[in-house]
């Protein structure tokens, strides 16, 4: 087994979109080729304007971190790759992205998110992290398919499972 640093991960925003799905499934494909850990990552914030007593029990991180794990058992079952790690970040997509792409070979989004405060994530955010990310980014579509180029990588991720 090869040695892995935090750089050699493949980051993937998810906000249990479709298309944050697809990008999570995607990623994983190409995680599972490039031999590199795969890192699932949402983000929270306090919605603004708000009374907090309003809130009661209720929390944006354990609300976060209900989205991101029903998002994963969309995309895997019961079963998430090896090496797999889903994380909750604080702040604002954009930025939470952008900033763990320092320490990432690679970066995948959705083309499109939920928007507004259910979602938070991609749309807008997609642009921002295409923008200033520090790592190379991938951003597909909900739709998007796997096809074989005839190269072996081509060949390994089209049979790999979805």
């Known amino acids: 087994m090869s040695e892995h640093t935090d750089t050699d991960r493949i ?3 998810v906000d249990g979109s479709p298309s944050s799905i697809a990008a999570l499934r995607y990623a994983a494909r190409l995680a599972r080729v490039l031999d590199a850990p795969l890192e699932a990552i949402t983000t929270w914030v306090y919605p603004p304007y708000v009374d907090y007593a309003l809130l009661g029990d209720w929390s944006p991180e354990e609300h976060a971190r209900a989205a991101l794990d029903e998002a994963v058992t969309a995309a895997f079952g019961g079963t998430p790759p090896e090496r797999f790690t889903a994380t909750t970040l604080p702040g604002s997509p954009a930025d ?3 900033g763990a792409s320092k320490d990432a070979q690679m970066l ?3 083309s499109r998110g939920h928007g507004g405060f259910a979602g938070l994530l991609l ?3 997609s642009n921002a992290c295409a923008a200033h990310a520090r ?3 991938l951003i597909l579509r909900a739709d998007v398919a796997v096809e074989d180029d005839g190269s072996a990588p081509g060949r390994h991720a089209a049979a790999a499972p979805a």
């Open 11 to 13: 980051i993937v925003g």
């Open 96 to 98: 939470a992205l952008i």
């Open 108 to 110: 995948v989004l959705g």
């Open 123 to 125: 749309g807008s955010v």
């Open 135 to 137: 790592c190379p980014v």
